[in-house]
Nanobody, 127 residues
């Protein structure tokens, strides 16, 4: 099992940057593919970014491609989401998620494939 905890959210102006972190517990963190999702009020949870357990493959939603960068540090059992050029439509609660996988290079974009979730961190972008 793995437990997840997000941090780094806050209030930022349009065009600003934030760096989200997700700290994980457990000694098998490197066996988990990771992802970030977000959920705005009144909307469904949507995929933002994913990374393979090796860290070698990443994938981004079109809405954040070129602005967000996901990375992981298996030694520190942490994943990050660097968010640049933020827009008001990025406002949401951001969640990190983990999926145990035997594949070192696979990433997953569907929330139903993830069994472990953090509590979320609020990101608010003012116009």
């Amino acid at each position: 099992q793995v437990q997840l905890g997000e941090s780094g959210g806050g209030l930022v102006q349009t065009g600003g940057s934030l760096r989200l972190s997700c700290a994980a517990s457990g000694r098998t963190f490197s066996s988990y593919a990771m992802a970030w999702f977000r959920q705005a009020p009144g909307k469904e949870r949507e995929f933002v970014a994913a990374i393979s357990r090796s860290g070698g493959n990443t994938y981004y939603a079109d809405s954040v491609k070129g602005r967000f960068t996901m990375s992981r540090d298996n030694a520190k059992i942490t994943v990050h989401l660097q968010m640049n050029s933020l827009k008001p439509e990025d406002t949401a609660v951001y969640y990190c998620a983990a999926r145990f996988t035997a594949s070192g290079n696979s990433y997953y974009t569907s929330p139903t494939l993830y069994g472990y979730w953090g509590q979320g961190t609020q990101v608010t972008v003012s116009s």
